[in-house]
């Protein structure tokens, strides 16, 4: 496998987290599920110019097909893609908020959805950052022509300072800051504050805050092949275990265990198998 990634150089780092290729072998797997992480992807599959996404709760053999260049939304709970489309793929991972410098639309219009990006960016442009991408010399160039891409159509404009500051305490203190302290620091009402934040963000703070413990978790569990999940859940600040079970499930659809079991090397894909299918 191949899988490389890089920091843009400013000021797209400040709204970039990553721009990133993979290239591997088929999977012995079809599926995988895909967590939420708190924050919008650009995926663009090199192999096939085609995106398919399976929606499990709604019965076996659901699935939307659309281009193979998609703005990811923000997730609010996992979903489910071929994994033949991962064997040539690239990818910009954004920092939370970080979509709108580059897309005019409402991130919370986004979530849980895949936006082909001809309907944001117009055909003709869609279709030549994939061609710059399939035509770039080898696999640096195609992350340097992404780069460029972004660059050229990114416009120089901030988050909203409310949702700035609520982002830079959430990331500090993702365990127990409170809404209600951020709110009267930012001279914001409640109502207007959520709304500011999920137009920017993607979903309300409590949500965010929730997927926030949740990659927590998931990061403790990257730690070692035994994993003590009662004390992850201590160290994550649930309830207690039944709190921290009911949370992973909403978000993965499986239990801690489960997710242990099908993990990969890729903290947020987990394999699906058929029996999965019947357990929805």
């Known amino acids: 496998m191949l899988y490389l990634n890089r920091i843009p150089a400013p000021p797209l780092d400040a709204f970039v987290a990553s721009i990133w290729l993979c290239e591997s072998d088929p999977r012995p797997h079809a599926l ?31 699935e939307t097909t659309s281009s193979g260049t998609v703005l990811s939304g923000v ?22 908020g970080g979509t709108f410098p580059f897309f005019r639309i409402p991130a919370h219009e986004t979530r849980d959805a895949g936006v082909p990006l001809e309907l944001l960016w117009g055909r003709r442009r869609a279709a030549e950052l994939r061609e710059r991408l399939l035509e770039a010399p080898g696999p640096n160039a195609r992350l340097e022509a992404m780069e460029r891409a972004l660059g ?33 620091s930012v001279g914001l009402s409640p109502k207007r504050f959520i709304e500011r934040f999920k137009t920017t963000v993607g979903v309300a703070p409590k949500q965010f805050c929730r997927i926030l ?22 160290d994550c600040g649930y309830f207690d275990q039944a709190h921290f079970i009911h949370d992973f499930r909403a978000f993965s ?25 019947a357990s929805r």
């Open 213 to 234: 413990r949740f990659q927590r978790a998931l990061t403790l569990a990257e730690r070692g092949h035994r994993v003590d999940w009662t004390r992850i859940a201590v």
């Open 152 to 184: 050229e159509i990114w416009t120089p404009q901030g988050l909203h300072p409310a949702v700035d500051f609520a982002l830079a305490a959430f990331a500090r203190r993702p365990l127990d800051a409170s809404i209600a302290e951020i709110t009267g």
């Open 32 to 62: 995988e599920r895909v967590l939420p992480s708190g924050a919008a992807q650009l995926i663009v599959n090199l192999k096939e110019d085609q995106t398919r996404v399976y929606r499990p709760e709604l019965g076996q053999g659901w």
């Open 253 to 277: 659809g499986i239990t801690p265990t489960g997710y242990q079991a099908a993990r990969t090397q890729f903290r947020n894909h987990v394999k699906f198998t058929a029996p999965d299918w």
């Open 75 to 96: 997730q609010s709970r996992y979903c489910v893609i071929d994994t033949a489309e991962q064997e040539c793929v690239m990818g910009v991972a954004f920092r939370p």
